[in-house]
């Protein structure tokens, strides 16, 4: 049960700023609400994938671990291709879809490092976690950069489709306000 303590921990947290930041509110309309809404499960999602323990495993790639205290890291990218390395870009693919929702004017380069910073909330968390409860979590070079790469994707394509005749439907969805042509 301890072993819970991160996912529990950081639902609540997102529970309670999802109800302070009044966002239900703040965007009354289907589409912003929807996309409000399914953020909320995709980030739950994500924590229950991440920050639960371990039951089931992807067949990886043999790599060379770093041990800190007992915590296994990887520190070393691209020593092999999985099926992990893969699953990683789909998972964070939607992050890049909500970074976009969320401000299509977001920059390229923001929007890189939103992906990085929300890679890296996860791997440090495992590391950190897995220390002091145990989780069977391995903190990896390569998932760093299988997810950023994940979101730069998703924001892209975003990107792309709103610019090639999706805008009018993707704006039912966008928290931000785009002038309509």
Not at 72 to 93: K, R
Not at 134 to 157: E, H, M, P
């Amino acid at each position: 049960m301890r072993a819970w303590l991160p996912f529990i921990f950081y639902f609540g947290l997102e529970i309670v700023l999802f109800v302070a930041s009044d966002c239900w509110n703040r965007h009354p309309r289907w589409g912003e609400r929807v996309t409000t809404v399914s953020f909320v499960v995709y980030v739950t999602a994500v924590m229950w994938l991440c920050l639960t323990p371990a039951h089931f495993s992807f067949l990886s790639a043999p790599k060379a671990l770093f041990y800190f205290h007992g915590v296994p890291f990887n520190a070393i990218p691209f020593q092999g291709f999985s099926p992990e390395f893969f699953l990683n870009i789909v998972m964070t693919f939607p992050l890049g879809v909500y970074i976009f929702l969320f401000n299509y004017r977001t920059p390229f380069e923001r929007a890189i490092l939103y992906g990085l910073c929300f890679s890296l909330f996860i791997e440090i968390n495992q590391f950190v976690w897995d220390y002091f409860l145990n989780l069977q979590r391995l903190a990896d070079i390569d998932d760093l950069i299988t997810n950023t790469l994940g979101a730069v994707i998703g924001f892209s394509l975003m990107i792309i489709l709103y610019q090639n005749g999706w805008r009018k439907f993707l704006q039912r969805f966008m928290l931000t306000r785009a002038e309509i042509c």
